[in-house]
């Protein structure tokens, strides 16, 4: 399976900044998934992003509020722009390498804005 | 209705007990399936996909009910180390993507 570093672990931001998420695949891959978790919830995707296009976004979140880049197949960023407390979360990247293996994640980004 | 459903729990069982989990699907067109297990404060990480014709690793055994759309997730002897959330996921090709059931968490006591 892919090995995924994401970047930051976790940051403590203010209202109203932005903060930009990395994750860097160890393989190439065509799409990258980005996706929220609250506490005690599941996960919920918020876009899926393919190298060389836009990305494709999850019905609730926009491109204005969560920018992503796909520069190349092994990394992508996501961006949580002009962020408020309900922003908090944990925000997790995935990839699936190969058809029916399943999908790896990085360890997440742990959020709390102020 | 969720796309996909599972009993929350909490499943509170003694250590070498068996235990199962159930999870149903309402889109009869989801080709893949897998269980995913998350520890506390965590990234999910696959624990075992779920073959149509059922499949075994070790004490876990996961099954595939298409007719009645459902999957399961039985653990024998269950260990301390057993203890998490464990999520159902299910995948199909119109859609390309996973979606992700909200969790069952499972806590082994001594």
């Known amino acids: 399976s892919a090995v995924i570093s994401q970047k930051p672990s976790r940051d403590i931001c203010q209202r109203g900044t932005s903060l930009t998420i990395q994750c860097q695949v160890d393989s190439q891959v065509t799409m990258m998934f980005w996706y929220r978790q609250q506490p005690g919830q599941s996960l919920t995707l918020i876009a899926t992003a393919n190298q060389g296009s836009e990305a494709t976004y999850e019905s609730g979140f926009v491109i204005d509020k969560f920018p992503i880049s796909r520069p190349n197949l092994t990394f992508s960023t996501l961006t949580v722009s002009n962020m408020s407390p309900e922003d908090s979360s944990i925000y997790l990247c995935?990839?699936?390498?190969?058809w029916g293996d399943g999908y790896t994640f990085g360890s997440g980004t742990r959020l709390t804005v102020v | 209705r969720k796309e996909v459903e599972q009993d929350p729990g909490p499943f509170n069982v003694p250590e070498g007990a068996t235990v199962a989990f159930n999870c149903t699907y309402s889109n009869s067109a989801s080709q893949s399936f897998f269980w995913y297990r998350q520890d506390c404060r965590k990234e999910p990480k696959l624990l075992m996909s779920?073959?149509?014709s059922g499949n075994e690793d070790g004490r876990f055994t996961a099954q595939l009910n298409r007719a009645s759309q459902y999957i399961s997730l039985l653990i024998r002897d269950s260990k301390l180390s057993d203890s998490a959330t464990y999520l159902c996921?299910?995948?199909?090709?119109?859609?390309?993507?996973?979606?992700f059931g909200s969790g069952t968490r499972l806590s082994i006591r001594p």
């Open positions: 779920v073959y149509s």
């Open positions: 995935s990839v699936e390498v190969r």
């Open positions: 996921v299910t995948w199909y090709s119109s859609a390309s993507k996973i979606i």
